[in-house]
């Protein structure tokens, strides 16, 4: 079939010990019109063999293609070849650890059809396996529909965690996506959370699902797990940084819309707590971060009249916290984190 009306990508690096239940749940959909194309991003495992094996034996293996990277190019950049290779009339991203139910991909694209939505977003199940006692959260949406111009946004910038900031489980019109020209970052972290808060400034018409169609494995190996470190690079870092400073870039696109306060507070917040996390492990962190480096994490585009004139006395402390001495300002997130873990 050359003509889906979904495809499922999983960017595949050195997953070997996940691969195959990953994509036999994908293979699993009630859904026929499917096209599952899997990124071979160089890994030095067996993964792709098992896709292989699957793909030569399987009675959908036919609709399932692989696509090799010269060389290994990182999450970030694999996602991008995905948009570009994708068949479908929509992108569904899922990673090569996790694992979907049967009906996911019908359940989501009946939403999409039925609401003319640009993207469709549901619940999902995070299962951590750091140790031998599995811990399971579920992570459940309101039901909504959103019509308007500006509504979404509203909605997703509201507070912090309005919306989980990952683009797996979300079905999104393929030609809408391309139309915007949206791309992910090239980093290895958090290049999700800049697509999809880029994302919510362009749609309209998007559908919120309370059902739990995805299983989000979070293991020792998950790129996403920096909870046992014992040594950090400050580069990697840096990297996250600069993922959110591209949100920043875009900011004059965004002044005249009145969710402008509540967006810049989202992106300033995570620079926050970015710096909190940094102060935390500043022991594990090498080179090490000056208390110059960490306060312009902290930047705001805009002048502190600027600031003001916006009326978010949030946004105005932490401009505050970006004019006091640098050495105080640190002291004072410091003091602040503690306070609040007191209480």
């Known amino acids: 079939m050359s003509n889906y009306e979904v495809t499922i990508g999983i960017p595949v690096y050195n997953a070997e010990k996940y691969i195959r239940k990953s994509l036999e749940s994908a293979l699993s959909q009630t859904f026929d019109s499917i096209d599952f194309l899997v990124l071979d991003d160089c890994g030095t495992d067996s993964s792709i063999d098992i896709v292989e094996e699957i793909q030569k034996k399987h009675p959908r293996g036919t609709d399932i293609r692989i696509v090799h990277q010269l060389n290994n190019m990182g999450i970030g950049q694999t996602r991008n070849r995905i948009l570009d290779e994708a068949r479908g009339k929509y992108m569904y991203f899922m990673d090569a650890d996790d694992t979907i139910e049967p009906d996911t991909i019908e359940k989501m694209w009946k939403a999409a059809e039925d609401n003319g939505a640009q993207v469709v977003m549901a619940s999902y199940q995070r299962m951590e396996t750091f140790d031998e006692n599995p811990v399971t959260h579920n992570y459940i949406l309101p039901q909504k529909v959103f019509t308007e111009d500006n509504q979404f946004a509203t909605y997703a910038f509201h507070r912090y965690g309005a919306i989980n900031a990952n683009v797996w489980n979300m079905l999104m019109d393929l030609a809408f996506i391309r139309k915007c020209g949206l791309r992910f970052v090239d980093t290895n ?4 959370l800049a697509f999809k808060y880029e994302l919510a400034t362009y749609v309209t018409h998007v559908v919120l699902l309370p059902d739990i169609t995805y299983h989000y494995n979070c293991h020792g190996l998950s790129l996403s797990n920096f909870q046992f470190r014992d040594k950090i690079s400050k580069e990697e870092v840096l990297r996250n940084i600069a ?9 004059k696109r965004l002044l005249d819309k009145s969710y402008f306060s509540s967006w810049l507070t989202f992106v300033l917040d995570t620079d926050f707590y970015m710096i909190r996390d940094i102060l935390k492990k500043r022991k594990i962190i090498y080179p090490g971060f000056s208390n ?8 705001s585009p805009l002048t502190f009249v600027q600031t003001v004139r916006l009326g978010n006395i949030k946004c105005c402390i932490y401009k505050l916290l970006t004019i006091l001495p640098a050495r105080l300002m640190t002291l004072v997130v410091y003091f602040v984190d503690k306070i609040r873990h007191f209480f």
């Open 243 to 251: 993922t959110i400073d591209t949100l920043k870039k875009g900011y």
């Open 189 to 192: 972290f958090w290049e999700d």
């Open 292 to 299: 110059e480096e960490i306060q312009t994490i902290l930047y």
